[in-house]
């Protein structure tokens, strides 16, 4: 029973992260790729973290995992917002008009972004 | 079940690593490298539980921190305005 | 293999220490699948840490990108390629990785690892081995880490003039610009510091029974002084931690590694000798390992922290130079 829901978060945990990975890859712009990395990283570790605990044995482990755990709530978005401060403070412009498609985008982001 | 869990954190790591070197700003590397951090931290935890070493986690917990300092690191001391 | 072609093909510095750090981070990975987890944690804190950030602070200084090579380094690249060639050929003769009658494995590591139980008695071998085995090497890495520091100092540092009013209004104003710009990171950093120095001290004690020790603490406990010192500014900094405090500190790390060397002498024994440091060899070798660890861990910490702040120290002073000619006064001569 607590071998199934563990195996349910580590799952979704999984498929979380990798969704995120996706998401890096295929998202136009920074501000958006941002987004996805920072919401499905946190979450998709806070699951496979829950699935860890639900399988461990010793006290101490599960300690250990729940010092991982709030490290990693409290840093993720902290971190997503140093980098959107700092990008927007260095002139990199999020890319406004809707269009996907990828001729604007790929004119946007030679113009709009200091390519260093 | 772990396997499966280790085997698509290692993927995304990969997909973590192409935007790293095709990123076209600075910024999308560093995203890049701070997502392949926590992606690290989550690997040793469940290789960890894998190989039935539990005292890998000291190494997350360690590594969670440096990521951390080093993200903050690079965003000050990449200030082009001032 | 792939990100160290791109590093070698990338022309922007910064994308370069980025993919450092990331090849760090697969190493560190790499060692964790091979069970070698004290080496995979030294990796994952220096490699992909601080390493990252002591490059990225020596690249403020330099510029940005690389200077594209005036001529093609052909000669170079054949010498690489000999020497490289020459190398293959020479492992090709070792043994297979983890082969169990590699002379590695007959001899030296059968002794380490029946015996250290009974004649040290901790139960991580790894520290046994580094403090007490081989603790002749420990004790070079040791003085290397001190020789680097006391090299940076050198190169970097000088003469400092007391800072004049001025100065310290101009430090006034941009810790209040900076404090409103960051103010969330701030906040977290405070809230963070204090556990990174307890983890810090938490590995260096608990390297006798889980993987950590001396290196490692010293290492983080840098780490967090480091996150201050940017986040607060290098003034701020130097007033919670006096820069000849922690030179002594650098020293005395040293000096304590050697004093054990030569209280053993004293009671007997050869220098670095645990067993005849107290009653019994066991708590001999106990007391002899906890006290050089301690000695390493003060040294690492006490160097890296002088690095950063000598680097640091240079970038301030390269900005104070440009706003004062700005302002076309003359330059201050500190």
Redesign the interface.
């Known amino acids: 029973m607590i071998?199934i829901f563990?195996?349910i978060c580590?799952?979704t945990?999984?498929?979380l992260?990798?969704s995120?990975?996706?998401g890096?890859?295929r998202f136009p712009d920074?501000y958006t790729?941002?987004h996805a990395?920072g919401v499905t990283?946190t979450l998709?570790?806070g699951f496979?973290?829950l699935?860890?605990m639900l399988?461990?044995t010793?006290f101490?482990?599960i300690a250990?995992?729940v010092?991982?755990l709030l490290?990693?709530l409290?840093?993720?978005p902290?971190?997503s917002?140093?980098?959107a401060?700092?990008?927007m403070?260095?002139?990199?412009k999020p890319v406004l008009n809707q269009a996907l498609n990828s001729n604007t985008v790929e004119k946007n982001?030679e113009t709009g972004?200091?390519?260093? | 079940m772990l396997t499966a869990a280790t085997l698509a954190i290692f993927v995304a790591m990969i997909l973590a690593i192409i935007r790293c070197i095709a990123g076209p700003t600075l910024y999308d590397r560093i995203l890049a490298v701070n997502m392949f951090g926590t992606k690290t931290v989550l690997l040793i935890s469940l290789l960890g539980f894998v190989m039935g070493r539990p005292e890998f986690l000291d190494i997350a917990i360690v590594y969670a921190l440096i990521n951390f300092i080093s993200v903050i690191g690079v965003l000050r001391y990449s200030d082009t305005s001032k | 293999m792939v990100v160290a072609v791109a590093i070698i093909r990338m022309r922007d510095l910064f994308a370069t220490i980025m993919l450092a750090g990331l090849y760090g981070l697969l190493s560190a990975s790499f060692f964790v699948t091979m069970d070698a987890v004290d080496v995979a944690f030294t990796e994952a804190a220096v490699g992909a840490g601080i390493s990252t950030l002591l490059m990225l602070v020596a690249i403020t200084m330099t510029g940005r990108s690389e200077n594209t090579a005036r001529h093609k380094p052909l000669l170079a690249l054949v010498v690489v390629i000999i020497t490289g060639a020459l190398l293959i050929y020479g492992t090709l003769d070792m043994p297979f990785f983890g082969f169990k009658d590699a002379p590695i494995h007959s001899h030296v590591a059968s002794r380490y690892i029946n015996n250290s139980n009974q004649e040290i008695g901790i139960p991580n071998i790894v520290t046994s081995v580094l403090a007490s085995y081989r603790a002749f090497d420990t004790f070079g890495e040791v003085v290397v880490i001190f020789t680097a520091g006391i090299g940076v100092l050198t190169l970097l540092a000088f003469v400092r003039c007391a800072s004049t009013n001025e100065e310290s209004d101009e430090i006034g104003s941009y810790n209040d610009l900076m404090h409103k710009q960051h103010l969330v990171v701030r906040i977290v950093t405070k809230m963070l510091i204090p556990f990174i120095l307890l983890f810090a001290l938490y590995v260096q004690f608990h390297g006798d029974f889980g993987p950590g020790g001396g290196f490692q603490a010293g290492v983080i406990f840098s780490a967090a002084i480091i996150l201050y010192t940017m986040l607060f500014g290098l003034k701020t900094a130097r007033r919670v931690i006096n820069q000849g405090f922690i030179q002594l500190i650098a020293a005395t790390g040293v000096l304590l590694f050697a004093s054990v060397g030569v209280v053993s002498m004293l009671n007997g024994g050869e220098f670095l000798d645990y067993n005849v440091l107290s009653s019994s060899p066991i708590a001999g070798q106990h007391l002899g390992i906890l006290v050089i660890e301690w000695g390493v861990g003060c040294t690492v910490a006490s160097v890296m922290i002088i690095i950063f702040f000598s680097f640091a120290d240079r970038i301030e002073m390269q900005k104070s130079i440009k706003k004062h000619n700005k302002k076309n006064k003359e330059s201050t001569s500190c």
């Open positions: 071998i563990s195996g580590l799952l945990g999984s498929f992260c990798v995120g990975g996706i890096l890859l920074f790729r941002m990395v990283d998709g570790a496979i973290l699935g860890l399988l461990s010793s101490l482990v250990k995992l010092i991982i490290l990693t409290l840093i993720g902290t971190t917002h140093v980098l401060k700092t990008a403070h260095n002139g990199l982001k972004s200091s390519g260093s």
